[in-house]
């Protein structure tokens, strides 16, 4: 299978790398959607108008998103759309996140990065040639990027990531700097009120950490509709006990408050404030309030939970790294993991200051260095947080130590282009503040290897060898694949099975294939989400 998304776009006008100045300037000028002009003809286009905090004239696109509208609500479009995102490290992992934000219509992103492109950026970065080699790897993706929403401003930055340039955005996040060059960054944001994330991936291995503010408020914790029940009849007296029709189970849990609608007789509830419930049963419950002085219920009401508002306190880096707090769990099987893993995450950084290079594949000269210096930090923490370390985890991770992998860059970027889109909309509750993931089934049994199956073949798919071995890699090439469905996630997928080599001659093996079907049609809709497809692509 041919790499075929990354084929060559249409040619923008190219602009130079931005400066802070150039992101302030396009904070006052309007955002003239691309796609709009090009669909000028459809004069039944529903489009939503307003002024966002940072610019004269924000356009939302109804029809192309219409799916997020009906998750997020208009609300929560009106601040995405009014608002800019700073990411800084154009790896596999930030263009990811890029395209994320990107698709879900902010007002700017930029990306920032001061390297060049090599070849093992190749491995992951899906907006990457061979051709880019030696460029600056934002400005080498920035033009492909701006494809997938040319409503979206999209500037690359190789500036310094100074005060005066960060206070620019709402949400800042790195992806590839240093754990010094974190704590600096979010020590200013924690101070000036901007989001701040800080994601990294190592192999077959992840880490997110989010730093909201001291005091950030969720307005809708899980986006769900509130629930609802209809009333059947209501006593009188200090404790007033709600029957509803049997028709369906409340699901009122005691604490919630309520309000009620089209009540007749007891009319004093209609307009009173959210109230309290207790005693929550299958279809009754109990009101803390005294109804002792309302009017004799007659008949028919609505009983409405009121969804209120959750506020979060974010402690910066440098505080959470002694105390991180409760962790995000995404496998109960690895309860013990992520307390090794924050270890062993500071422990790779420690190594990479030390050496000024990741460890190497299937080194334990390496690997025991890693251990020690985990073994130092994890000495180190609070009583309370220190505990026993997992050293097969910990020697994995030196071994994967130096590899971006597309797979675990497009999971990660998933994850954390939401926590920009939560932390911007306040819908969802956020990563609260750390979050680990690990594939590490997915290895060999890598002391049964030699090491000579990890060593790099010259190629893009190097950072995929060095953790999995040239053999794994053959057999990729080799594989005949089938996808059935060319939607959101079946794009996802080809890009995947590209960046791994599945199929692919160059890889090392002759003979495999991958056929992709779908008898769907492309709808405007669908431009939010399957990012390999664009305006003309429609129908």
Not at 99 to 110: M, Q
Not at 337 to 366: I, K, N
Not at 408 to 436: D, N, T
Request: hydrophobic content about 40%.
């Amino acid at each position: 299978m041919q790499a075929w998304f990354l084929r060559a776009l249409p040619p923008f006008l190219k602009a130079p790398c931005c400066s802070a100045e150039d992101i302030a300037a396009d904070a006052n000028q309007p955002l003239m959607s691309k796609r709009a002009s090009s669909d000028a003809e459809d004069q039944t286009e529903k489009k939503l108008r307003m002024n966002g905090d940072k610019s004269s004239k924000m356009v939302i696109d109804e029809d192309l998103h219409s799916r997020q509208l009906a998750v997020y609500g208009r609300e929560a479009m009106k601040r995405m759309a009014s608002s800019a995102v700073l990411i800084s490290g154009a790896n596999g992992l930030g263009v990811e996140i890029a395209k994320n934000a990107i698709l879900a219509g902010l007002r700017s992103v930029v990306i920032h990065d001061k390297k060049a492109v090599q070849l093992s950026d190749l491995s992951a970065q899906f907006y990457l040639t061979p051709e880019d080699i030696g460029k600056n790897r934002a400005e080498a993706c920035k033009d492909k990027l701006q494809e997938l929403n040319t409503a979206v401003a999209v500037k690359a930055s190789t500036t310094d990531l100074t005060d005066e340039f960060l206070k620019l955005f709402e949400v800042v996040v790195l992806t590839d700097s240093s754990l010094e060059e974190a704590k600096r960054v979010d020590n200013f944001c924690h101070a000036s009120g901007i989001s701040f994330i800080w994601a990294k991936t190592h192999g077959v291995f992840s880490a997110v950490f989010t730093d909201f503010g001291p005091s950030f408020t969720v307005i809708d914790v899980n986006g769900e509709e509130p629930l609802t029940g209809i009333v059947a009849s209501i006593t009188s007296g200090t404790v007033p006990l709600v029957t509803c029709v049997e028709d369906e189970r409340l699901q009122f849990q005691d604490g919630q408050t309520v309000t009620f609608s089209e009540v007749e007789g007891m009319t004093q509830l209609n307009n009173h404030r959210p109230i309290k419930v207790k005693n929550c049963k299958a279809h009754s419950f109990e009101l803390d309030l005294d109804t002792s002085g309302f009017e004799e219920y007659q008949r028919g009401g609505i009983v409405v939970q009121c969804k209120e508002p959750k506020t979060l306190k974010f402690s910066p880096l440098t505080e959470a790294l002694q105390q991180p707090g409760e962790f995000l769990m995404s496998d109960f099987a690895k309860f013990d993991r992520p307390p090794t893993l924050h270890v062993g995450f500071q422990a790779m950084e420690a190594f990479q200051a030390e050496h000024g290079r990741p460890p190497r594949p299937a080194d334990a000269s390496d690997a025991e260095q890693v251990l020690q210096l985990a073994k130092s930090i994890n000495a180190a923490l609070p009583e309370s947080v220190h505990g026993e370390l997992g050293e097969g985890v910990l020697r994995a991770l030196a071994h994967c130590g130096g590899a971006e992998l597309n797979p675990m860059a497009a999971m990660l970027g998933g994850v954390v282009g939401q926590e920009v889109v939560k932390a911007i909309s306040g819908k969802f509750h956020p990563i609260h503040q750390w979050f680990y993931f690990d594939s590490m089934e997915s290895l060999p049994e890598l002391d049964k290897l030699p090491a000579e199956e990890f060593a790099p073949l010259g190629s893009r798919y190097d950072a995929q060898v060095g953790v999995f071995g040239r053999s794994l890699q053959v057999k990729l090439a080799g594989l005949k694949l089938f996808l059935v469905g060319a939607g959101a996630l079946g794009c996802e997928f080809i890009k995947n099975f590209a960046m791994m080599g599945i199929a692919c001659p160059d890889a090392g093996a002759e003979g495999g294939s991958v056929t992709v079907t779908d008898d769907d049609t492309i709808e405007k809709s669908n431009l939010s989400r399957q990012f390999l497809f664009r305006d003309w692509d429609i129908g």
